[in-house]
């Protein structure tokens, strides 16, 4: 967690003021359930409320920094700077606790506090995955497998897979909150001996928490390692958005390009070079979400009731994971967000190769229609050579260039030269009747591809949009 | 994954007899709904399912290696073996699918299937960890935070804890195969160009598994990701359990032991030697389970519509991390179930040093009878280090022998010294009444401490035992 | 480690014949050793020599694993069978040892097999990269940042900066291999309590490896983490080279391409797709290989004097990484070896922006020939918006076609459009001279972006080529 | 990185003010060589030093944010706030160079320079490792493996067995300092094509690093992912030495403590609680340091020429793994430091089972005097479960009392209780003549397993000490 990727809302969850707020909060509230089981005096306990009911300023904060410094013990020099505000009703604050309670129930606040915001993050991003992929749902593009040009689809589709992909996100989030969201008021072994169950019930309840089913000293780790865990997976996520805009910006491809503000300047150089470096650094920050998931489950076999050693990696992680992921899906929504797409370059990528991209449903409908797989295996390929060669290209050795004739030249004025070569092929033309030909040839291939955009859409929107 | 630390079940999920049995359903499933569409004739559809729904044997597996060695192509070898079974309706396998609709699909129920073991393995795991609880739930024990004693708990806790834990990764399992357990049946970049999503919607419904809502070429990768994810979490709650073990059974604690058969030797050269290397062996299993974790997580940003990074990957780890986990649970669950517990050896360590560990509660009491907090501590200190003196100990210098007096010979009667010398302060009973300190001298510190043990039975089991 | 990714002298050295003959050369120059020190007689020393010097056969390991199933102990099974080839001389066999002495100095020595095979890999990409450097050296072809054009450098460039990261790798791995190459004999915790320190010394000279220095029951595992983690980094170097082959095989880069044996088939259903599949399996083996280090380093926190945690996780990582990355560097090597590039295509990406990529030069030229900085950017973008213009682009919206004209028709007949522009600026001809204007001018463009090249090959290979 | 676990000294390598001097030393130095080659008046070069030669207050680190604000470029903020103090000359300043040349031979600088602070603190606990190993030489203790006793060592070979991890450790870290301490300056590409290479060699040498042979925009990452992995390795070996402290600092163990200033308390409720939360505390940071690992290595394969997505992962641990190792190194040399050992709590483990650790060399000693195999297995076996009972513990349910009698009374009197149970064995007498019963029952338990502890040390320190 630096402050160039950061953002003042989720740190502010991790900075001294919010976490003495949250220990005051949950030694009042157990003031007031020790004070209903007539442990305490309730007079004590409204008077805590009454005096301690303030923020923490940077004074009192500077206060308790000074208390721990004698006595080495944070947990006691809060309370002492508690005392000093409350006056004698504080020696009944922390009755029957453990520093352990305290520092526990308030991480479980801090995480589902970044939580919230890390959904509300994830909201905004899908609102403007869902946005872009109905803008751009009927925007014919070329898809790739293996960097290859394979079959079109549209960007919409795959602003979609993104959407669908974010909204798991979503849930796991929801469910990894819901995991690390537990109050443990059990004393120095889990066991309750010095502290009414009571307590933590009442706790938990003002604090929007569950109780803790059991516990030792601490909370079990388990649940903070599938907490991180689930980040490292949204974190996995944004990597593979950044990496798509980044593939689409390439020089070579520019089918869509990070927004830039009038003036904004790219290289001190090169005036034209536009990069793509918020994706690139989003690709960065995963990596660093990412690295906080294996000490998170080294942190689980703590040594019997409880050993320390995962404190300070959660002093650690917790900002720098949750931080660093709100800060990235801010950056990301705001990059899906203002995207720069491309259709014409699309398109022209669309149609760079003469239609080659119908070959599979050619062979598809040939097969279908009583050719055998082997013929129309050889028509489709002999044809798809063809057009190749049409765009003076030697598939075996793309460098060199291939001689082109008249009929190429003709070919290079329909978009879709494959099915240009298919209708003067006389192998096909004895093997399919000219009704089916013609049914085959007439097609728009762009409807073809993308007759089911809609379904998918409905799938994934729970509306098709018009 | 290697046999020793395998069991058949789990390999044979990954076994190409397994793996060719599945692709065979999904093919043969997708032939009834394109049959159905009327897309391929129903009769082929039949006599796919007529000729095909055969085991595969070694023989089949070896003609298809044969195969493959000339394609090079591990689908096409797959349906050109089939059509030596179901002869020409064959053609109509496969029909406008493409490679990963299988071989994703295929992962897809193999992931399912694995995960329905481990789930039988952890509910094998439960049912121990519930048995032991419930006998061992009010056996005392000392409770350690920093492997230092703390105040004593029972062992039935500890067990409670690890079944809670558990239970949690049960959850996380069931949430983890529902993510993984999906259907695509979409084509080359997932529009359906060339195939009717009903074919999905048909093969998922038989196949046990939802549709994909969108998927590229493949199911997207952070399914995966979040799966294994999870069982790098259940690993580590597996790493926990094993290094609790190991800490009990400690030459100096020898609070528990792994079961040794009659007969069975330790060490060849020191035949007391009883070693925890089932709970060692534990331990290491699970870093190679969560060596999957990251992995999985990289496999997220595939290029595009799709590039063959992840399956090299998923090929090691799909196994590795099932097999292993199943082992390692399996394993687990036999070392709870027989796990030898010694309460002598506990009960010695709880009264090693004469009730020290009440002393918090006595503080407690102090202070919530009116005694201030500093002369509570005070007196509470001051008698803990009497009680060490008593034990020849010299807090201090636990190296130097304290001497001993006639007051400490008969502190030394007592299990309780803590309370033995509290009842001779002179200080404390000017500061209590006589019936209040007796109050507290009189209680059972066992019963104090375990009071809320039933409560805590309740939460996890649903049920407290008699 | 699966047969897929698999080469059989690797798989080799993990297999049980292997282990059990280091096994034997460990135990038989122990025997020398505990004879020449008067511990045991010669003569039996000779004997275990004369019967036991025999290769473990099939036969043999059955009937070791046979014994071991009764009696559970791996280093007693291979002893008991030895006994039975020896007879009464094997009484002296293993006299004073540790189980680890033999476990981990066989592990020692199987490391460093499994590095020289490493290194031989290493030494066979280091002389394709080499080779293809040379003949690819002045190969000019356009260099990116973030994915976008930037300056040219040549192919041969890109070769020498793997061959120069390669180079660091094979240091890397003969350091980490002496790191692991260590013997311990030196008992039950190290103490050589009951063997002689110079059998350590002379078993040690005999297998090639250095004496432990001081050892507990084991050799420390930061040796182990070390030599793993110098393997995650190898790996990762594997996947920077897979991935630039990636780029460049990209459908709109097309500059090279794996190679294709003629009749090999591409996609199935697109005849004309060739996809960087071998890359992408790289890319994946990396993740798999670099999954080893955390584990490795996981493993080095030893409770005592050892734990056996470590050992379920090298019984998996050992052969695993080893094997994996063996075979990576080897597909690695052919990928590079047969590498196809296309020489011409690299031009039309140099030549694709008409010079633009001589921006920089041009500026620099220009402050240093007394223009002022601001006037020389000023310059330096409007000439090269001029050249964005001419190819119909509209840098601010690279998807709407700019109009051309006349003068862009006559910068369209000049490679470098950017130069044709800047000499016809009146602005630029008022600051320079009209001598240092053609200077400029006049250079060769790709002459200036290449005049070091042959100084970096020095650096790199020792010599620079003609 | 947080201020909890960091030392100033680190944490200033990482600040504006030393980054911005570094800055500044290699643009002066540029310039130098700049001047000398002719390419810049020398003039300029003697202003840029004689004005810009200052150290980086606050004021011109605001001023330098201030622009940067701006200008959204780090380096031109730089280079402009120079402008400002060195006048007209500074537009030679940066000529032909890129950013990158700027970042990337300043990180390593910085890396550089955290290496030899972590090189430092390695020396600091060589040494208090040094001077505790050879003040605990002789100081027997319990040797143990899976935490059982096992055979006696002294506490002296603990510390000499971390002393050799952690000076291979040190070599490491100066062998990973190497491969990260060289400059490039060598333009967009790594070409040169703008900038001589000889300002390159310039600019090393004035800064104490090495040219890099070649590098892309930037210096290859394999680099950093080397260094990041060795100190994830020194991390592990942190953890090591600090579990080995936890353990023997448990409760049950106490043969060693952190040490407490008079008047610090452990617990605030029990005044005898003394916990190893130094130790604990390492185990954690050493997860954190070894969490930059990965990411490091993620960090290798970047696009082309270079893409951005390192940098803000090296942004976060470059300082977090350099502050934090720093930190732990620091603590532990402090830890190991003041350790307080307690060599009777040692001795009275060691004596605890009455010398049944000497069973397997009694095991060898009969072997070697002509006792079967056999027989020695069960007369050592025999005599060491008499030992067992002895102490009134049966062995195959050690929570059961066995029954003690009058040759138990005997035995407690001897320390080593074997050896007195062993000259009474009817069996061995019948075995063994007297005298060789003599000499084994004669020997000195203690002399026996330390014979060779200076052999050790010689091999460790080079030296043994008196």
Partial sequence: ????????????????????????????????????????????AREVWAKGDQPYTDSRIARIDEIERETRHDVIAFTTELAEQVGESARFVHQGMTSSDVLDT?????????????????????????????????????????????????????????????????????????????CAISGAVGTFANIDPRVEAHVADKLGLSPEPV???????????????????????????????????RTEVREAQEYFAPGQKGSSAMPHKRNPILSENLTGLARVVRSAVIPAMENVALWHERDISHSSVERMIGPDATVTLDFALARLAGVVDRLVVYPQAMLGQVNAFGGIHDAQRVLLFLTQNGV??????????????????????????????????????????????LFFFLGRDPELAERLEVARLNDLLDTDSAAHHTRHVKTIFQRVFGRAGD
Avoid at 4 to 26: D, Q, T
Avoid at 137 to 162: N, Q, Y
């Fill in 215 to 249: 516990s030792t000293q601490v909370i079990p780790r388990d649940r903070h390692a599938q907490f991180f865990a689930t980040l490292g997976v949204i974190a996995s996520s944004v990597e593979r958005l950044a990496v798509e805009i980044r593939h689409l910006q």
């Fill in 372 to 417: 055998s797989r082997e013929d129309a295996y050889k028509i489709v390929q002999r044809n798809a050579m063809r057009v190749w060669k049409s765009f003076g290209i030697d598939p075996d050795n793309p460098d060199r260039a291939a001689e082109t004739d008249a009929e190429d030249a003709e070919a290079a004025t329909h978009d879709n030269r």
């Fill in 1 to 44: 967690m630096i402050p160039r990727y950061s953002r003042p809302e989720m740190v502010a969850i991790w900075e001294p003021a919010n976490k003495f707020r949250i220990w005051f909060l949950i030694e009042a509230h157990a003031c007031d359930a020790l004070a209903e089981l007539g442990v305490i005096p309730a007079a004590a």
């Fill in 106 to 182: 308030c991480l479980a606040v801090q995480l589902a506090q970044a939580a919230d915001l890390l959904i509300a993050d994830l909201e905004t991003l899908l609102a403007a995955l869902e946005r872009r992929a109905f803008e751009t749902r009927d925007m014919l593009c070329m898809g790739r497998s293996h960097g290859i040009h394979a079959e079109p689809l549209t960007m919409g589709l795959k602003f979609a897979g993104f959407h669908a992909e974010f909204q798991r996100n979503l849930a796991r989030l929801k469910a990894a909150r819901a995991e690390v969201a537990t």
